[in-house]
């Protein structure tokens, strides 16, 4: 708080203190007194006024600093109630309270969104838990019941994509801890992925590379396989028809990274969309042709790679390839909220 | 009590442990169909005594029981026995696979799964158990899997790790139809990425192998169905 903000409020005590003044000298030269006393007076008023007005002054600055100061500090700034100092006058008591009771319920609120928040992710892990055992249940039933029913198996297969999307965007969206970060092998991880998808990539004939896999990184095991079935499944949605489909995963060491890149020969993305592929709800041209793009996939992938602390990124050349790079550093875990 | 179905001598031994009642029944067809003999049992609280009298060569256990937790469970049974047990659950999350293995689980599937991997995980598991068995015979002929050759008749013949994998796959249901969709999924469960192609490929080169080696027309095409090792 300045001093000139301060005192441009004060303007019309000043004012009014101003022409008090003139009318009591008017007044006293009236009554003819001597020059003396005018000087007098007007020192002591002087005087008066201005230790009234800084005092008024100095109080105030000390309190709006710190908690101005305090307000800077904090992440969240509706927690400022709990760091105001104890004003010692009226205004300042009054804009305390003021201050404590619209925090408190700022802070109501926003406990109960968490809560809510929490509880609802809690639902959606148990019901995908729960919606997971009747499209077990049809697997197996489908498998039993011979060539008519193998069919409905590429349909069950999409049902339970888009369950395992909603299991990992609850995840990437909470901020609750509920990964294990440990030694995971790129081989085990690519396996599972790829034979999660095994009907879909025999059916669109694509051949796979792999190069270098054995290698471990620090990261959550499901979350890694979950991450490159997305690779995966967009490679299948992406494949033209102007040549054979492939797929190429090759890993490289460096001193401190390990980098995964997932190479395939589908369509490309314009090199207008690349930047946006990890953006919310972006489908991009790609995505409007193929009418099938939801533009959760990729979103969901960064989100969980930036919970996981690693590096993704992508390259493309339209009509040639896309590549997806994953880059695990050896201390990820360190740098993670 | 457990519930049995009828037992043959040679016929390994599955237990299912599961509630949801249409997985399980299903899961119990698909694994006689497969050729094993199945276990169920149907009631939780306290199972422990069931489970090691029922006799099974190999445990299905589901995390979520009601009455008691699936990864309690094991450690129990694991208290007293080293049958060996593949987890099954619908929990994607790696917590529970982390906890299952420290606690003796030889390996972890989740729901939904592919039957035809999960018959390869239990054949593989089995396989482990039994202590492995890197010499098999084919009529008179000495097949070594680690080495990856067969030897007979005086001759030997090198087969690739592709080759290998298709010839030990049709070997382990030798006489019945093995489809190309199982060859696959068992060549994709070792790394080996190949395709549609590839696979037809890799069974011609092995047919005129096994031909060298003086194995006439030892595979049969099934038409639609398979191949059969006879």
Same mark, same amino acid.
């Given at each position: 708080m300045s001093f000139w903000r301060f005192f441009r409020d004060r303007l019309f005590a000043v004012c009014v203190f101003i022409i008090t003044w003139a009318m009591l000298m008017i007044f006293l030269l009236a009554l003819s007194c001597g020059i003396s006393a005018l000087i007098a007076t007007s020192s002591l008023l002087l005087i008066g006024g201005t230790i009234t007005l800084l005092w008024d002054f100095l109080r105030r600055r000390d309190f709006y600093n710190r908690i101005n100061t305090s307000l800077e500090s904090l992440d969240n700034k509706?927690?400022?109630?709990?760091?105001?100092?104890?004003?010692?006058?009226?205004?300042?008591?009054?804009?305390? !309270? =003021?201050?404590?009771?619209?925090?408190?319920?700022?802070?109501?609120?926003?406990?109960?969104?968490?809560?809510?928040?929490?509880?609802?992710?809690?639902?959606?892990?148990?019901?995908?838990?729960?919606?997971?055992?009747?499209?077990?249940?049809?697997?197996?039933?489908?498998?039993?019941?011979?060539?008519?029913?193998?069919?409905?198996?590429?349909?069950?297969?999409?049902?339970? !994509?888009?369950?395992?999307?909603?299991?990992?965007?609850?995840?990437?969206?909470?901020?609750?801890?509920?990964? =294990?970060?440990?030694?995971? @092998?790129l081989?085990?991880?690519?396996?599972?992925?790829?034979?999660?998808?095994?009907?879909?990539?025999?059916?669109?004939?694509?051949?796979?590379?792999?190069?270098?896999? !054995?290698?471990?990184?620090?990261?959550?095991?499901?979350?890694?396989?979950?991450?490159?079935?997305?690779?995966?499944?967009? @490679?299948?949605?992406?494949?033209?028809?102007?040549?054979?489909?492939?797929?190429?995963?090759?890993?490289?060491?460096?001193?401190?990274?390990?980098?995964?890149?997932?190479?395939?020969?589908?369509?490309? =993305?314009?090199?207008?969309?690349?930047?946006?592929?990890?953006?919310?709800?972006?489908?991009?041209?790609?995505?409007?042709?193929?009418?099938?793009?939801?533009?959760?996939?990729?979103?969901?992938?960064?989100?969980?790679?930036?919970?996981?602390?690693?590096? =993704?990124?992508?390259?493309?050349v339209p009509g040639e390839y896309t590549e997806m790079i994953l880059s695990f550093g050896s201390n990820d875990h360190l740098k993670m909220e | 009590m457990p519930q049995y179905t009828e037992r043959s001598v040679s016929m390994s031994r599955i237990l299912i442990i599961e509630d949801d009642i249409p997985i399980r029944d299903e899961l119990a067809q698909l694994l006689q169909n497969a050729g094993y003999e199945t276990v169920i049992i149907s009631d939780f609280f306290d199972p422990v005594p069931d489970v090691l009298s029922a006799g099974a060569d190999l445990i299905l256990l589901d995390i979520n029981l009601p009455c008691i937790n699936g990864e309690l469970l094991l450690r129990e049974i694991r208290k007293n026995t080293d049958i060996p047990v593949i987890m099954v659950t619908s929990r994607t999350n790696e917590l529970d696979e982390v906890l299952s293995m420290s606690y003796g689980a030889d390996d972890y599937i989740t729901k939904p799964y592919n039957p035809t991997i999960l018959l390869l995980r239990i054949s593989a598991v089995l396989k482990r158990s039994s202590g492995t068995q890197h010499s098999l015979s084919y009529h008179g002929l000495s097949v070594d899997t680690a080495k990856g050759c067969i030897s007979g008749n005086g001759k030997e013949i090198l087969l690739t790790k592709n080759e290998m994998i298709i010839f030990r796959t049709l070997l382990d249901s030798q006489g019945k139809i093995v489809s190309r969709e199982q060859l696959m999924t068992a060549l994709w469960d070792n790394d080996e990425y190949i395709n549609d192609n590839a696979l037809t490929v890799n069974i011609s080169r092995l047919r005129s192998k096994l031909f060298e080696i003086g194995c006439t027309d030892a595979i049969e095409t099934r038409k639609k169905q398979g191949y059969v090792l006879l």
């Open positions: 509706y927690l400022i109630s709990e760091m105001i100092p104890d004003p010692d006058f009226a205004d300042g008591e009054i804009l305390r !309270d =003021i201050i404590s009771e619209a925090c408190r319920s700022m802070y109501e609120s926003v406990a109960e969104q968490k809560r809510n928040t929490v509880e609802f992710r809690e639902f959606i892990e148990l019901w995908v838990h729960e919606i997971k055992l009747p499209v077990a249940g049809l697997l197996l039933m489908c498998h039993n019941g011979g060539e008519k029913a193998a069919e409905y198996v590429p349909q069950l297969m999409r049902i339970d !994509d888009h369950i395992e999307n909603v299991l990992f965007y609850a995840r990437s969206e909470n901020a609750e801890k509920d990964y =294990i970060i440990k030694e995971v @092998s081989k085990k991880a690519f396996s599972a992925a790829a034979m999660k998808n095994i009907n879909a990539l025999q059916k669109r004939g694509v051949s796979i590379q792999a190069k270098g896999l !054995d290698v471990k990184v620090l990261t959550d095991g499901k979350w890694l396989e979950y991450i490159l079935g997305q690779f995966i499944s967009n @490679s299948i949605k992406y494949f033209t028809n102007e040549r054979e489909p492939e797929i190429n995963v090759r890993a490289s060491v460096t001193s401190n990274r390990t980098e995964l890149r997932f190479r395939d020969n589908g369509c490309g =993305i314009p090199a207008s969309d690349l930047p946006y592929i990890f953006e919310k709800t972006f489908t991009g041209e790609n995505g409007r042709r193929g009418s099938r793009s939801t533009g959760m996939g990729l979103y969901i992938v960064r989100s969980l790679c930036n919970r996981l602390g690693h590096g =993704i990124s992508a390259e493309s | -």
